[in-house]
């Protein structure tokens, strides 16, 4: 599997989860939404370790591996499911535009990542600045919820957390292994949180669209998306692995106004415009690096 091609993969699918969190939910409650996602995940990473004869490293850095994954697959994406039922699914991936900046501040401490330089310096402040402006606007509609941001902020953090974790521990560890031990890890956690909360009461009745996109998160949001995730996690830096958070709001932006009637005003316009400006900015040298070599050789001399 190619770097870009999982790239590519993670944006997809991490731009159409929001709306299927939202979906997922509708009628079975959040907490079993999650809860069944994760364990079908888990099954089938179980499935395909066998299908593919992989074993299950279990040493003691493996494990510690998922442990931080797991921070992410539970915590993060508890935060996540909570805080959807309070904002439109948009603003769930726009909110998740910060993990960059917080993810690279965390790589630099513990990673000893190269420091920002001015244009990824630049970028980060051009991707707030129009993170804050459709803040701005977003909370003056009755739909948006605090609780609903904090969770979603509380999630980045997690995630950041759990990705720099996962590159100090796990550089050498299979992605598939990787995944599979964060869903192992998380998934017991979710049922006993399930249980606690709503007492494991099955849902009278789930909708077919529920149902289907609880489906689609346990196959492809949690057991594709996540090794692409940790795969691409391995290969790049952290804080490079986090940019696939400043392209996937303006596709979710533009998913929930296609699909779940999600508005998108001129201020949303202007800020998902600064946040593309700032992923252009962040990555300027990583382009640059790509186009030299298509302008050097379309040079005989």
Not at 81 to 94: C, D, E, K, M, N
Not at 118 to 141: C, D, K, M
Not at 240 to 264: D, K
Request: aromatic letters at 10%; charged letters at 10%; hydrophobic letters at 55%.
């Amino acid at each position: 599997m190619s770097v870009p091609f999982a790239f590519g993969g993670v944006i997809l699918i991490w731009s159409t989860t929001p709306l299927a969190i939202k979906w997922s939910s509708e009628g079975p409650g959040f907490l079993f939404g999650v809860a069944s996602r994760m364990v079908l995940g888990a099954l089938l990473c179980v499935a395909l370790m066998a299908l593919l004869r992989q074993r299950l490293p279990l040493h003691k850095r493996a494990l510690q591996t998922y442990t931080a994954a797991g921070l992410a697959v539970y915590g993060a994406m508890l935060s996540v499911y909570w805080g959807a039922q309070f904002i439109p699914s948009g603003l769930v991936s726009v909110i998740f535009g910060l993990t960059p900046l917080v993810t690279g501040l965390l790589a630099m401490q513990w990673l000893n990542d190269e420091p920002f330089g001015i244009e990824q310096f630049g970028g980060s402040i051009a991707g707030v600045i129009g993170l804050a402006i459709i803040f701005n606007t977003s909370l003056s509609h009755d739909e948006i919820a605090i609780q609903g941001i904090v969770a979603v902020l509380a999630s980045v953090l997690l995630h950041s957390i759990s990705s720099v974790g996962v590159k100090h521990r796990g550089y050498d560890i299979p992605a598939l292994a990787i995944t599979t031990g964060g869903l192992l890890f998380s998934a017991p956690l979710y049922l006993v949180t399930w249980a606690v909360v709503d007492q494991a009461t099955l849902p009278a009745d789930i909708p077919v669209r529920a149902g289907l996109s609880i489906i689609y998160l346990g196959v492809f949001g949690s057991v594709l998306g996540f090794v692409m995730f940790f795969y691409i996690l391995r290969h790049m830096q952290a804080g490079r692995v986090a940019l696939v958070t400043l392209v996937t709001p303006v596709i979710a932006l533009l998913i929930g106004q296609a699909f779940n009637n999600e508005a998108a005003n001129q201020q949303v316009i202007t800020g998902t415009a600064l946040i593309l400006l700032g992923l252009v900015l962040y990555q300027w040298q990583d382009l640059r690096a790509i186009a030299r070599p298509a302008v050097d050789n379309s040079n005989p001399e």
